[in-house]
């Protein structure tokens, strides 16, 4: 059984551009969360989605950040015109359904680097 | 919303036995739940407690008491791979999670 997978693993980016970053849950699991976690910091939630919605996007920007879980594919965190501060790993993790919040599968993240 | 706190460092000798306590403080709340992190790598999960008392898994174990809002990751017959940066996360209302800063343990021979 396949873990959660992340790609890309590394992402540069000039400032201005957009980055794209996919999250494919453990099979089986259909709760999927984003994370962000800057150098020797916690993590802190940016968004909740179950297939085709977003339970909760309380944690992330309101300008230039979404996030999607569609039917078919990955969930996909999408950062529109990056800036240096949005630099950080960011981590996906899914839980199985009924396992409640719980207990977290991540994935090994992606480091975006903002240039 | 939920707030969480743990020490920021803990530095334990190997084959000793080190305790790393988590307060919360929270608006609604079902759970409390560790997670093992190595430098450069991603979270990995350890524990949940959802009711009170003590879990044990292998060398690590984790306690809860709800009237105190307080809990512990307890690690057992230390080893110098088990430093590493270690989070405590509480579970709330509408399946969010908040996670703790970390404590980060260097396990010395």
């Known amino acids: 059984n396949a873990g959660v997978m992340q790609n890309p693993r590394h992402l540069v980016r000039r400032r201005g551009q957009e980055a794209r970053l996919r999250c494919s849950p453990m099979?089986?699991?259909?709760?999927v969360y984003w994370y962000r976690q800057l150098p020797e910091e916690g993590l802190k939630f940016m968004v909740y989605?179950?297939?085709?919605?977003?339970?909760?996007e309380s944690g992330m920007p309101k300008e230039r950040f979404s996030a999607e879980f569609p039917k078919e594919g990955p969930s996909i965190l999408r950062i529109q015109q990056v800036v240096r501060g949005d630099s950080a790993a960011y981590f996906c993790?899914?839980?199985?359904?009924?396992?409640?919040?719980?207990?977290?599968?991540f994935g090994p993240g992606t480091r975006l680097t903002v240039t | 919303g939920q707030s969480l706190e743990q020490p920021s460092e803990v530095t334990a000798v190997e084959g000793a036995i080190v305790q790393i306590n988590c307060t919360y403080q929270?608006?609604?709340?079902?759970?409390l739940s560790w997670y093992q992190q190595h430098d450069g790598g991603a979270p990995t999960f350890l524990s949940y407690?959802?009711?009170?008392g003590l879990e044990e898994t292998g060398r690590f174990s984790s306690f809860l008491s709800r009237s105190d809002s307080y809990g512990y990751l307890l690690l057992q017959e230390l080893q110098m791979k088990d430093s590493a940066s270690y989070f405590c996360?509480?579970?709330?209302?509408?399946?969010?999670?908040?996670f703790g800063i970390g404590t980060k343990l260097q396990v010395i021979p």
């Open positions: 929270t608006s609604g709340f079902y759970g």
């Open positions: 099979k089986g699991h259909s709760h």
């Open positions: 407690n959802g009711l009170d």
């Open positions: 989605l179950q297939k085709e919605n977003i339970i909760d």
């Open positions: 993790a899914s839980s199985p359904p009924g396992q409640g919040v719980g207990e977290q599968y």
């Open positions: 996360a509480a579970s709330g209302g509408y399946q969010k999670v908040t």
